[in-house]
């Protein structure tokens, strides 16, 4: 049973930040995309094709930023979540997927470079 009446500022803001971990998620994984090695293909070495076989540094470097400030997104949620987020229809699931998955993204960055 939901005894509140209306969203109070707390869980409007978990419900945003939730949309901003999505949004960064997405984010990270094309920068994530563009940022990796090019792979051969048949076609690449059928036409000899020049690719980029090492990371592209500009790239990784945005994938940084962007993956600390899903990061802090996470954390900031997560910790809000303990506080204010008690009942099933609090949305929090996001906030935790986008952790793990900027955390072994950082983890990736910081070992390529």
Request: hydrophobic fraction near 50%; charge should be positive.
């Amino acid at each position: 049973m939901d005894r509140r009446k209306k969203n109070d500022f707390w869980a409007s803001l978990l419900f945003y930040l939730n949309i901003l971990a999505g949004i960064l998620l997405l984010g990270i994984l094309l920068i994530f995309h563009r940022a990796r090695p090019e792979f051969e293909t048949l076609f690449d070495r059928f036409y000899k094709l020049n690719l980029r076989t090492t990371w592209d540094l500009e790239y990784l470097y945005y994938l940084i930023y962007s993956v600390s400030i899903g990061i802090f997104t996470c954390l900031g949620g997560l910790f809000l979540r303990k506080f204010r987020g008690r009942r099933e229809d609090d949305h929090k699931k996001a906030l935790i997927i986008t952790g793990i998955i900027s955390l072994a993204l950082l983890l990736l960055a910081i070992n390529v470079l």
